[in-house]
């Protein structure tokens, strides 16, 4: 199977940095694409950034400017560096990664870390 494991969440001051990695082993024959949901209590999950095995990368408009996903194929891992946080970043993120096990492919979550940004 395959395991999906995020680190790098916590508490910051607004206007501060995090960054958040995700690591994906077992058995796994190739990664597609890799990303980060976030949730609120009560709401929805929603996408934050996404990337290809390409490096062709996705963000969701609020993210924009701010926050960098990064991966490195050699390694199944995926980051995101999170910079001028803000109040409204607290959400619970999720690494998500689509990963081709036995000749299929699969939706797999990590988690989650809590990112807590106070103002």
């Known amino acids: 199977q395959v395991q999906v494991v995020e680190s790098g969440g916590g508490l910051v001051q607004a206007g501060g940095s995090l960054r958040l990695s995700c690591a994906a082993s077992?058995?796994?024959?190739?990664?597609?694409?890799m990303g980060w949901y976030r949730q609120g209590p009560g709401k929805r999950r929603e996408l934050v950034a996404t990337?290809?095995?390409?490096?062709?990368?996705n963000y969701e408009d609020s993210v924009k400017g701010r926050f960098t996903i990064s991966r490195d194929n050699a390694k199944n891992t995926v980051s995101l560096q999170m910079n001028s946080l803000k109040p409204e970043d607290t959400h619970v993120y999720y690494c998500?990664?689509?990963?081709?096990?036995?000749?299929?492919?699969?939706?797999?979550w990590g988690q989650g870390t809590q990112v807590t940004v106070s103002s």
């Open positions: 990337i290809t095995s390409g490096n062709s990368t």
């Open positions: 998500a990664v689509v990963a081709v096990v036995n000749n299929l492919p699969n939706f797999y």
């Open positions: 077992g058995s796994i024959f190739s990664i597609s694409t």
